[in-house]
């Protein structure tokens, strides 16, 4: 099949519970910002657990090629509710992994295409925001990021982009870490790194929100993929088995990969 003939879908889950419910506004953009895409085949499914006050009709009115995948019926697993999404698409999709407070430039569809190919995948470098909102150089000229309210995060992998048969070649997410933030993205990483060609640079105009100018976040690299374990029959021990976890696969080689030597991240 040739390389843009493939259809890109997006995979978004919406895990936006009571307690984060402020983020929903987040989710708007992100639609709004994909609902602009310019170039081929393309789609959006939002794998749906449990949103609370998401008014669906807003987002899907948005696009004829919006949908959403509903869940809510499964366990609250981050890595599982991602595959199921996943399996909605056809092995010869092009998958990405789009975070539901990650806003899109208009060009994304072509620009992932012209990086994906069978046996490579692509991990874009996002621009992370300190604010909730978009500055005001995105749009359709959206250009590089530097001068912006923000960072680029090089020691995030949360954007996927791949061939689906490669996902399912890498093993897709792994349900052991499903209640973990970043450390689900940077396990798929490491399997990609290991198996596949890995792209990764930085994309101008990919925008990722809620994250606070603060050294816990700004220096939060994920490095450490931890086991979910039910196991431990008490707090302490628990947080101790998944602090002493380090999962075999992740290497210096894999080290190296995530993290640009270009960045001082101290």
Known sequence: MKKNSRCVVFIVPVFIVADISERIPLLYECAAALARMKAGRWRVIFVD???????????????DNFSRLDVSAGVRNQCVILNKGIAQASSDDIIVVH????????????????????????FPVRYSLHEDKAPKIYGDDARDADSANGWWRHTSTGTACGIKSDFERIGLYDARIGTSWGERDTHLFARAVLKLIVVREKCPGLFHLWHPYT????????????????????????????????????????????????????
């Open 215 to 266: 050294l816990e976040y700004k220096n939060r690299g994920y490095d450490r993929p931890r086991l979910q374990d039910d196991s431990a029959t008490d707090e302490e021990t628990h947080a101790r088995k998944q602090s002493e976890y380090v999962h075999p696969l992740f290497t210096p080689e894999v080290a190296a990969a995530l993290v640009s030597a270009e960045e001082d991240y101290q």
């Open 99 to 122: 975070d539901a407070d990650l806003l899109a430039p208009p060009n994304f569809v072509e620009h992932v295409r012209q990086r994906v190919s069978p046996g490579k995948m692509y």
């Open 49 to 63: 657990y449990k949103s609370c006050d998401v008014d669906w009709d807003r987002v899907l009115s948005l696009s």
